[in-house]
């Protein structure tokens, strides 16, 4: 695979100085238009605010791009027929030069590869509902078990089913620490009910878990909940979950197509506050992202 790295990001690498990388799959796939891009540039704009060199990864024209540049990055938000690009998807995308966008587990893979070990996203992908009949399970799970990377996330989102995601996690021997909160926050709820193990209360103590675990070669997710102030009710959640899941299941929808379904009827249950809350969970996990890279290599 071949990896170019944009000037500022490698320029910042050379000096062991603080980059945040970035999915993009977000960005064509997962925000409605021109939402995406407004949140993609606000993203970046959040992380070099903190002090930190945002790069966000995507494929293209045969490459692996580390920093995806503003003409990238409106061909991500506004093409027709972007690639989602998990890790079974990078050497296809790139023999045939098509465009990419990544998913946590290929951005995870690429940044680790770029020599980058912070990486923000919305939530991280798990085990789907149902998987002891579908086997279906995120690639994001083990991509982060065996990477040395931190993931900054909202958790996991709530159309998964997140008590296994989290005993998954467990046995992949991938640290899940909340970011001043003693739950496993669900994307657009604060909180699942699930108790976390490990909690940090600032960057500084994530930063000493992270340097600890990274060491050791595997990766870590660092959890950080919604912002309270456009948070979604539990309950309200998970009935519109339940129905959307009936919905796709009569449909014949699985797979990499079940979860963008999901989130999408879910934004129209919520008359369109899960979309705030979407945007709003982006930034602050990127702010978050920068206070630890900066605490690590500040």
Known sequence: MRITVAPQVQERLAANGPVVALESTVIAHGLPRPRN???A?????DIRAAGAVPATIAL???LAIVGAGDVLLERLANEDG????????????????????TTVAATVDIASRAGISIVATGGIGGVHRGAERTLDESADLEAIARN????VAAGAKLVLDLALTLERLETLGVPVIGYGTDE??????????LRLAHRVNDALGAARVAKE????????VLCVPVPAQVALERNEVESAVRRAID?????????????PRLLRALGEATNYKALDANVALLRENARVAAQLALALFG
């Open 37 to 39: 891009l407004e949140a």
């Open 41 to 45: 540039h606000a993203v970046e704009s």
């Open 60 to 62: 293209h024209d045969g």
């Open 82 to 101: 972007v690639a989602k690009a998990s890790i079974r998807d990078i050497a296809p995308i790139l023999a045939s030069r098509a465009i990419g966008a």
């Open 148 to 151: 040395p990377v931190c993931v």
């Open 184 to 193: 496993f926050p669900a994307f657009y709820v604060r909180s699942s009910g």
């Open 213 to 220: 675990q990274l060491s050791r070669g595997g990766g870590m």
């Open 247 to 259: 919905e796709a299941d009569r449909a014949g929808i699985h797979g990499a197509e079940l979860t």
